[in-house]
């Protein structure tokens, strides 16, 4: 490559917007959802109440939580090898210290409730006829690949997935860094608003040159920017602080390096892994750059064909295949 780059709670929303302040906003996804019918969520504790049973009345316990939480529970509880298997996990030295860090972490979870409401008044909004997710946490002891889970219609949200920065298991386990700074509370939404998201696009092959799979990428995060319009970019994609200050700083650069290089419609996988890969920065740039930097261009383009083309719907966006007539209708220029 010829050219390179150089060197929840609501008080923590609002604390998140204020540091989020720089973020795009688009009028169009300024929509007023105040009078979509919809109850306020409710985040059912499945780990509050499975973990507050004495162990010498599991049994009698897990009856009466069982009316509430059939999603965990809908099983024969007189088997002496479930309750064993139960009670092993909850004896587990590892699993009390992801359950007692999670409590403190997250004594109530009342903001998160409004958040997802207001989120999925967005996707009934779209999607009139969406079916709106119950939704339980619960510890997982470390199950750091799926933070989220969607099945069936029901969110479950790994809580022990994200208790900070500081949180030291998550190092001991081996964890990057990059991963770890991802497992904040202020990434639950996006989480789960990513997790529905298979819901609503549909399982395909994008096509195989960089640009098909910048705009497969890039589809993918406007449907965050419609759900939770407001919410900061960087949780969105992932990104630190300083990473968003550099690609604010530097995207005209990298969209130069592309265009330069002759990558847009490369098939080659080791230029698709360079730039939609997920790692600490993206190889052939600085090691201040963040990743994916081609999903973050990806993103900008959707965002500008979207704005560019008001007329066209989100669930007509998520069906575009055309790689190349999003990107010459977006009239893309990247910010100097």
């Known amino acids: 490559m ?3 780059l150089n060197g929840y709670v609501p008080l923590l929303l609002l604390l998140l917007m204020i540091m989020g302040s720089c973020n795009w906003s688009s009028s169009r996804l300024q929509v007023d959802v105040s009078d979509v019918p919809l109850d306020e969520v409710v985040v059912h504790r499945y780990d509050k109440a499975l973990f507050s049973i004495p162990l010498n009345g599991l049994e009698e316990g897990l009856e009466q939580i069982k009316p509430s ?3 965990f529970l809908d099983t024969d509880l007189r088997d002496s090898s479930r309750i064993n298997n139960l009670k092993e996990y909850l004896t587990n030295i590892r699993t009390r210290e992801f359950y007692n860090a999670s409590r403190e972490q997250f004594p109530d979870l009342i903001g998160l409730g409004r958040e997802l409401t207001e989120a999925f008044r967005h996707l009934l909004y779209y999607y009139p ?3 709106i997710p119950r939704v339980y946490t619960y510890i997982s002891g470390g199950e750091y690949d799926y933070p989220v889970h969607y099945v069936d219609s029901v969110l479950l949200i790994a809580l022990d997935t994200y208790l900070g920065t500081g ?3 998550y190092a001991a386990d081996g964890l990057p860094l ?3 700074q991802r497992m904040e509370p202020a990434y639950i939404l996006p989480g789960c608003i990513r997790a529905i998201e298979e819901e609503y696009y549909p399982v395909r092959y994008p096509g195989n040159t960089l640009l098909d799979q910048m705009m497969d990428a890039g589809r993918r995060i406007y449907f965050l920017d ?3 319009p407001d919410y900061p970019d960087r949780f969105k994609i992932a990104y630190t602080e300083r990473q968003m200050e550099w690609i604010n700083a530097n995207e005209a650069h990298v969209w130069a390096a592309i265009i330069e290089n002759r990558l847009l419609y490369s098939s080659q996988g080791s230029t698709i892994r360079t730039f939609l890969a997920d790692g600490p920065f993206t190889a052939d740039f600085s090691t201040e750059s963040p990743p994916r930097l081609g999903e973050y261009l990806g993103w900008q383009i959707i965002r500008a064909y979207m704005e560019q083309n008001q007329e066209v719907t989100l669930k007509e966006l998520i069906h575009e295949t055309d ?5 010459s209708e977006s009239k893309y220029k990247p910010r100097k």
């Open 69 to 71: 939480y059939l999603f």
């Open 323 to 327: 790689s190349q007539k999003i990107l």
């Open 2 to 4: 010829r050219t390179t």
């Open 167 to 169: 949180f030291k298991p």
């Open 226 to 228: 419609a759900l939770i």
């Open 178 to 180: 990059y991963k770890i």
């Open 129 to 131: 006829d969406a079916r």
